[in-house]
């Protein structure tokens, strides 16, 4: 069963660093979503991604995060100049279709630690 | 603002007990709903879902919830649990836009 992947499981930086995470959408999917959980709260909506645009973020992303989509099968979130809170798991996400009948396949995630 | 409730945060069971975990949303207009699992170790998997008709939705793995619309409320439901059952549950909400807005999750643990 086609799956999305995470890399790396797990990135530790120093805090003013620039991290790349990554990820691998399923393939016939056109949509693309990152979520992040900081330890013991909820999984937050970061970004929505569709035809090589942002088509919805929320407040946690500003201007430090960043997303493309490189290549055919790659989906990236940077995070320019890390802080100590952006410390969490980093969830992708991909549809097959936005609207109502979005339903969102996720990836293992990525842990991110900011030293 | 949009919001989802998981007033469950930790439940133990025993095998064989009947499980139900809470979920209530506020948004007043047309919503499709969610539940993940996450395994530990593992990924969010998708449970079941409710996009429209009967709101009595079944899952995989046993599990089914109820959609009353009245209520705001999308409660998970399993008649008997077991040991494989031990994960954390989320309920999500797509309020007809392209997010997903989740609840903060129930820890299950189900003891043999």
């Known amino acids: 069963e086609p799956e999305v992947t995470q890399t790396p499981s797990h990135q530790v930086t120093q805090m003013g660093q620039e991290v790349i995470l990554r990820c691998v959408p399923i393939?016939?999917?056109?949509?693309f979503y990152w979520y992040r959980q900081i330890l013991g709260q909820k999984v937050e909506f970061l970004v929505s991604f569709y035809n090589n645009e942002i088509s919805e973020k929320s407040e946690i992303f500003d201007d430090q995060f960043s997303v493309e989509r490189p290549d055919g099968s790659n989906f990236t979130l940077k995070i320019r100049s890390t802080k100590l809170e952006d410390s969490a798991m980093y969830f992708c996400a991909s549809s097959e279709r936005a609207g109502v009948y979005n339903e969102q396949f996720f990836g293992p995630g990525t842990r991110l630690t900011v030293l | 603002a949009q919001s989802v409730s998981q007033h469950n945060h930790h439940v133990i069971l025993s095998e064989a007990a009947s499980l139900e975990l809470g979920c209530n949303y506020s948004?007043?207009?047309?919503?499709?709903l969610f539940w993940y699992v996450q395994y530990p170790g593992q990924h969010l998997q998708l449970l079941l879902k409710y996009f429209s008709g009967d709101p009595l939705v079944k899952g995989i793995k046993g599990f089914e919830a109820e959609f009353i619309k009245s209520k705001f409320s999308f409660n998970l439901r399993k008649p008997s649990v077991q040991w494989s059952d031990t994960a954390e549950y989320f309920c999500?909400?797509?309020?007809?836009?392209?997010?997903?807005?989740f609840g903060t999750g129930t820890r299950l643990q189900v003891f043999p």
């Open positions: 999500a909400v797509n309020p007809n836009t392209d997010k997903l807005i």
């Open positions: 393939s016939n999917h056109l949509y």
């Open positions: 948004y007043g207009g047309t919503v499709n």
